[in-house]
């Protein structure tokens, strides 16, 4: 496809063609190429949540501009992050790589105006006896994306030999649950250092991308490429347990100064860690350096203790990779009590705000999490696990994570706090149209809400909910929240919107009353919203679960116009009827409503009254 080639002419412009008699570090037959394995130590790289790991065959080459705070390491190494349950692997021995350390939508970038990302890694033909012979090369590969993705094979010089393989440009949810596309393809190539460029779009869904196979030859490749420079690579974390080793839950610490010195203690380059912890040195002459972290108040170097890693050996189209530990006690979480461990947290932020998520690993095993509670700084709090908060007011806040745990004989207290600065507050610009749909559980006093949105003039892309009795939810539909007893309720949903450059911009909250008559622990009961008025009209479905066909019955109190919609649980409206001026008494509709299996919200209009109810289909 020609849209993703956008940028590439200046990347590449004064680029070295491949030379003639190239020669390869340690020459083998047959290269695993995978995104998250690490050919040097022949082992899969395995991230966790808290702890992903750069890869260090892959780099990005190119990315749109990231929305705050998220920033990219052009030229360095692509993200490892971590399978979970709905994405499945492209290959056996492959992760998935992004541009950010998240498993998240960060931008959409699936329109062809648009910019893609590029991933590159490279490899080597090498030609020990100088004859300029052209080699067989096969190419056996596998590739899965989220949400399209594309492989060519380039030469040194920067032009595209031959597309490998591609996804399909059609968007779905769900990619990585489709078939992996496959190719074997046979190329004829000179000696020389090549490229396999991957191209990646996302449209507004987790993004992240996987290749897994191998390139063959008759005993003519090498791994890195035919680079005469090397490449050092590293992470600097805050080892809050002072083990002396890289635990899941030790933090990230950006914003340090990383120094490349040579033999006589010249400083030749300087890095800076970004957001992730990460710096990294491209382009080194082969040769022995000494990489020294520049320690600031308040930090202690751990490992290695004298914060300098010395006889550094870099080599022709190595990576070498090079971590430092230290420790900040006022950046890890406190405790109180005799308790041992901490809890830390981090959030993926956008314009005004986010989620924050929390990393409860470094509890010892035996403690039992009673409770959770997150003050924001701007006087609101949460007792979510994972919860979603937006700032109306730019500022610096401090956000507090506490967790309160019980091993059977006393209790422990662990609390961490992070300022962070929101830079831009969300806008009440979104033109929301919406309503809060209420269905009442009779049998476990329990109710369901759903945010039906009628029309947007943005995507959604968070909804926020406050059920007023001081607990909250996130998504578009809630499913068995219980009061803690009978009373009014003010129940809100707050929807946040997203603009086309891809950062949350705008908000707007719908609310409804709830009078809740019975008790969570007796059952049994009604609820009724404010502007329900008309208490003799009720309603049910049979069969439900049904395959779309079913029947309405209807019991109205007086004569009123009726209308049926059924709403999927992101509050779109797939199927509506009016069903006209139906008489008062018990009355009888035959629906037929061909939707996919799952569930649904049935709503019927009678005059002023609304009726909600739960809907399966099988």
Not at 23 to 48: H, R, W
Not at 160 to 172: A, D, E, G, K, R
Not at 552 to 561: C, G
Request: glycine residues 10%; aromatic residues 10%; hydrophobic residues 35%.
């Amino acid at each position: 496809m020609n849209f993703k080639k956008m940028l590439l002419s200046a990347l590449f412009a004064g680029a070295v063609v491949a030379q003639v008699g190239a020669q390869c570090p340690s020459p083998v037959s047959s290269l695993v190429i995978s995104t998250g394995y690490d050919p040097g130590s022949s082992s899969v790289l395995n991230p966790t949540a808290g702890n992903p790991l750069p890869d260090p065959m892959w780099r990005l080459m190119q990315s749109p501009a990231p929305p705050p705070p998220w920033n990219v390491t052009i030229g360095g190494p692509a993200w490892v992050i971590a399978k979970y349950s709905s994405w499945d692997a492209a290959g056996s021995t492959s992760q998935y790589i992004n541009a950010f350390n998240t498993s998240s939508s960060v931008l959409d970038n699936w329109n062809s105006g648009t910019i893609p990302y590029i991933f590159e890694r490279e490899f080597c033909i090498c030609d020990p006896n100088g004859l300029g012979t052209s080699y067989n090369v096969n190419f056996d590969l596998r590739l899965h994306a989220d949400n399209w993705a594309e492989v060519e094979l380039v030469d040194n010089g920067g032009t595209v030999i031959t597309n490998l393989l591609s996804q399909p440009f059609s968007y779905t949810t769900a990619n990585f649950l489709n078939p992996t596309n496959n190719a074997n393809v046979n190329q004829s190539l000179t000696p020389g250092t090549y490229t396999l460029r991957l191209y990646l779009r996302n449209k507004s869904v987790a993004m992240g991308v996987a290749l897994d196979g191998t390139i063959s030859s008759p005993g003519l490749l090498s791994d890195a490429g035919c680079n005469p420079e090397g490449t050092i690579v590293g992470v600097k974390y805050n080892d809050c347990d002072q083990s002396g080793t890289i635990s899941a839950g030790d933090p990230f610490v950006q914003g340090i100064n990383i120094e490349l010195k040579d033999g006589s203690g010249t400083v030749v380059q300087t890095a800076t860690t970004d957001q992730y912890g990460v710096y990294f040195f491209n382009n080194v002459t082969p040769g022995t350096y000494t990489v020294e972290e520049v320690l600031t108040a308040g930090w202690t170097a751990v490992s290695p203790a004298s914060g300098i890693h010395t006889g550094v050996s870099v080599v022709a189209a190595g990576v070498t990779t090079l971590d430092f530990l230290n420790y900040n006690p006022d950046e890890c979480g406190s405790q109180g009590g005799p308790c041992e461990g901490f809890v830390t947290f981090n959030g993926e932020m956008r314009q005004c705000g986010g989620q924050f998520i929390a990393d409860l690993s470094n509890i010892p095993g035996g403690q039992q999490v009673v409770s959770t509670l997150w003050t924001f700084g701007d006087q609101t709090s949460s007792n979510e696990l994972n919860p979603y908060h937006y700032y109306e007011v730019p500022g610096n806040y401090t956000v507090c994570l506490e967790v309160l745990t019980f091993d059977g004989e006393q209790c422990c207290t662990y609390e961490h706090c992070v300022s962070i600065t929101i830079e831009e507050a969300c806008e009440e610009a979104c033109e929301f149209n919406a309503e809060v749909l209420v269905n009442y559980n009779e049998r476990d006093c329990t109710y369901d809400f759903v945010a039906a949105v009628n029309y947007a003039g943005v995507p959604v892309t968070n909804w926020f909910w406050d059920f007023g009795d001081g607990t909250s939810g996130i998504g578009s539909t809630i499913s068995g929240h219980q009061f803690p007893g009978p009373g009014t309720y003010n129940v809100c949903v707050t929807l946040f919107g997203v603009a086309v450059e891809g950062r949350d911009c705008c908000f707007e909250t719908f609310c409804v009353k709830v009078d809740v008559d019975c008790n969570p622990c007796e059952g049994g009961g009604k609820a009724k919203r404010e502007a329900v008025e008309e208490p003799g009209n009720s309603m049910m479905f049979y069969p439900n679960p049904s395959d779309g066909e079913f029947t309405l019955q209807l019991e109205l109190a007086d004569e009123a116009p009726v209308a049926i919609e059924i709403i999927d649980l992101k509050g779109a409206v797939l199927y509506q009827e009016d069903l006209g001026v139906v008489n008062a008494g018990s009355n009888n509709f035959r629906i037929g409503a061909e939707l996919p299996s799952g569930m649904y919200i049935a709503k019927v209009t009678a005059g002023e009254e609304q009726m909600n109810h739960r809907l399966m289909i099988k």
